[in-house]
Nanobody
Framework: QLQLVESGGDLVQPGGSLRLSCAASGFTLDSYTIGWFRQAPGKEREGVSCISRSGGNTNYADSVKGRFTISRDNAKNMVYLQMNSLRSEDTAVYYC??????????????????????WGQGTQVTVSS
């Protein structure tokens, strides 16, 4: 019954901003680490960001650090990814995923998909002029 649904993907010009949302249902959100991943055409799925159960720890891929911000509101069962200064390389399908307990890498790096059990359907982000 665990379900994650992403929304907020859109076509945006380079330098623009988007906020992606991930709505969770069927489980208690604060029991899970949440990761954001993305997959561009012809590329493997890669970890973008990760947030701990209470939101006290966040990790980012080097490629998005300083531009993207992950946050969560456990009371609303929502997780967000604020994306600023978007560039064409950010074009991808973005997914949120849940992992039991704390599974953000201890070294501060991006999340690894093998640690996440439940996935949303993805939302398309296209950055183009």
């Amino acid at each position: 019954q665990l379900q994650l649904v992403e929304s907020g993907g859109d076509l945006v010009q380079p330098g623009g901003s988007l906020r992606l949302s991930c709505a969770a249902s069927g489980f208690t959100l604060d029991s899970y680490t949440i990761g954001w991943f993305r997959q561009a055409p012809g590329k493997e799925r890669e970890g973008v960001s990760c947030i701990s159960r209470s939101g006290g720890n966040t990790n980012y891929a080097d490629s998005v650090k300083g531009r993207f911000t992950i946050s969560r509101d456990n009371a609303k069962n929502m997780v967000y990814l604020q994306m600023n200064s978007l560039r064409s390389e950010d074009t991808a399908v973005y997914y949120c995923a849940a992992g039991v307990g704390y599974v953000c890498p201890w070294n501060g790096g991006p999340p690894h998909q093998a640690n996440f059990d439940s996935w949303g359907q993805g939302t398309q982000v296209t950055v183009s002029s």
